[in-house]
């Protein structure tokens, strides 16, 4: 029975590292180094009893495993002349045919290969079915692409990957409308709190980096930068992670009246990490985040009520408690 899992895709970190292999070296590095193989075993945690890396390296008989060849000098290279194809678990599937009937799905993937995966996916359950899931409030996730958005989204998309710029109208949130426009697409962010796609680009015309909701730009054109502006995309680049925050926003949370979820759904469109201390049964939520984000960071923080406190960086503690003994003294007059 243990020999037979050894084939078991789930339970073995063998298969999966071999597969890495393999399409790495096929598909973009061409050769390895000895070291380079052992700091891939180590990172997928694969026990030094099995000499796994000896196997890999033609150097433990008789478990060589044949998939590389010995170079002059001493890297090595694929021996075999193709990648290999991953192949998803039946529960990955089930999942895919899930996210299928998300309309956002439509912004990334063209209606033709919608089709194909679904008739791929005919057999498999949706893995959430109707009588598993309740849904007591309604989720704006589910409605309907507009058209406007879909051409946007994959606009600014093909602009990110070219390293082109673009010329806009924008419609602020007060529905003042900007014209003539022009700046350089960095990344896009989603926020599952309001259901929307935001834009972090360099405005050519304030020279700073800025965030913007996807829904307020209109007549997007793509313009090529070379040649034409004081600055590289490469500058551009930098000039927008400099903004990033020096050290992460730290909230402890203790997971009452689902302040752990709400947490994490309110700051669905940035870079976070959660830990478990287990000794004060509560959560470490670490928020990465811009400098020209800080309001917005706060703000949402504030929603989170008593059970989310703000741990580090000092600065932030400060300004929160700030903050609330404005509000204390505010309503205390009131009152």
Known sequence: MKAMELFL??????YTMMLELINQLYFHKKTISRYEINDMVEKYGISSEFNFSQSLMNENEPYNLYLLDKNADSSFSLQIESGAPIQPYKIEKQWLKHILKNEKLKLFLNDSTI?????????????????ALTINRPCTQLQKVEEPLSTNFKMLVRA????KGIEY????????????????????????????????????????????????????????LD????????????SIDDKKAKEPIII???????????ALFQFSCFERELNYIEEKDTYSLSIFYYEFEREEVISRIFSL??????????????????????LNERYSSIS
């Open 169 to 224: 109208s924008y419609i602020t949130r007060d529905h003042t409308l900007l014209e003539n426009c022009m700046g350089v697409p960095y990344r896009m962010e989603y926020s599952m709190k309001e259901d929307c796609f935001y834009l972090i680009s360099y405005s050519l015309e304030g020279k700073r980096p800025i965030k913007s909701l996807l829904h307020g730009f209109k007549n997007i054109k793509l313009i090529h």
């Open 160 to 163: 990110i990957l070219e390293n």
């Open 305 to 326: 009520g008593k059970h989310a406190i703000v741990t580090e960086p000092s600065d932030i503690r400060t300004e929160m408690m700030k903050r609330l003994n404005q």
């Open 227 to 238: 040649g034409k502006y004081d600055i590289s995309f490469d500058e551009i680049q930098k």
């Open 115 to 131: 089709k194909k995966l679904e008739a791929q996916l005919v057999n498999y359950e949706d893995i959430i079915s109707d009588d």
């Open 9 to 14: 895709e789930g339970k073995n970190k063998n």
């Open 252 to 262: 402890s949370i203790k997971d009452i009246n689902n302040a752990l979820e709400r």
